[in-house]
C-alpha cells in the first residue's frame, strides 16, 4: 500500500471503524488540510466492482443521513461508495459546518477535493469510479466531470442537484436575509479587485449564515453571478452517462426538472422523479435511487 500511495502523491491514513460491516474511515492529506470520509465496501474485492464517490451539499457532512442511507442502500445491492467531507478550509472537518466560524472556503474547492480522492481510490486499485452528488454538491460533481473530460468517471449520478437564475439569487437573498445582494458583492468586489481577496468581511450574511465572517473571495464565489451555478447547463460537457434525481415535493431545487427533460434521451442523460419525495429523499425514496444506480452502473 505505501509504495501505491507514494506514486499516487497522497499522505494516507486509514482507521477501520466497523468491521462487520465493511465501513472504514478514510483520510487524506491535501493541501496542508486532513480530508476524511466514509468508505463503505462490498466484500473483500471491492476494488474490482464500481465504487460511488459521493458530495455532500451546502455546509454538511459525509456522514449527514441521506449518505448514510444511499450508502446503506448501495451497499445492500453490492455497491462500494465512498462519502467524503468537503473541507471547506478546515482540518479534519466533522459535522455540519458552524456558521460562527470564519468562511475562507469556495464554492470550487471541492473540484479539488474530488480530484484528490479519485486519485485515492485509483491507488487502491479502484479501476471504475461514479460520481454521486446531492444539492450543492451535485453541482459540484458535475463541474469536475465537465472539467476533467478525461478522468475516469464512468457515470455522473446528480441526486436533486443545484439549479441557479441571478433573478432567483437575488431574491433568494432579500428573503433570506432582508437585504440587497448587490451591495455586499460591491463590497466583495472593491476587495477583490485591489488584491485584498483574502480579507474578510464582517459582518456579513453568507449562504445560510446570517451576520458571519467570510473572505471577499469566499462571498463573490458563492453569490456572484455564475451561470455554472445552474447544473443543468453543465449536462452538455459531460462524456459519461448521467443519471438526475428529482424529487416531485422538492421545495429547495427549482426548475430542475424542467431544465433536464429536453435532454433526457433516455440513453447519456437520464432523469427519474420520484413521487412524493422532497429535497432529501428521506424514508424509502433512498432505496428507489440506489435501484436507478444499480441499474445505471449494470449497465455500463
Sequence with gaps: M????RRAGLALAIALAAGSTGAEEVTLSYRGLTLNGNLETAGTE???GPVVLMTHGTLAHGGMEIMQT?????QERGISSLSMTLSLGLDNRRGMYDCAVPHTHRHTDAVGEIDAWLGWLQSQGVEE???????????????FAAEHPGAPVSAVILVAPQTWSEAAAVQDYDKRFSKALEPQLERARVLDTEGRGAEMLKPVDFIYCAETSATAAAFLSYHAPDPRMDTPRLIPDIKAPVLVVAGSEDDVIEGLVEAVQPMADGERVNLIV???AEHFFRD?????IADAVQT???DE
Design 274 to 276: 420520484l413521487d412524493g
Design 296 to 298: 445505471l452502473l449494470d
Design 129 to 143: 469510479v461514479a460520481l454521486l452528488g446531492h444539492s450543492r454538491g451535485g453541482n459540484q460533481s458535475a463541474r
Design 70 to 74: 444511499l450508502q446503506s442502500a448501495l
Design 284 to 288: 424509502l425514496y433512498a432505496e428507489e
Design 46 to 48: 471491492w476494488q474490482q
Design 2 to 5: 505505501t509504495d501505491r500511495l
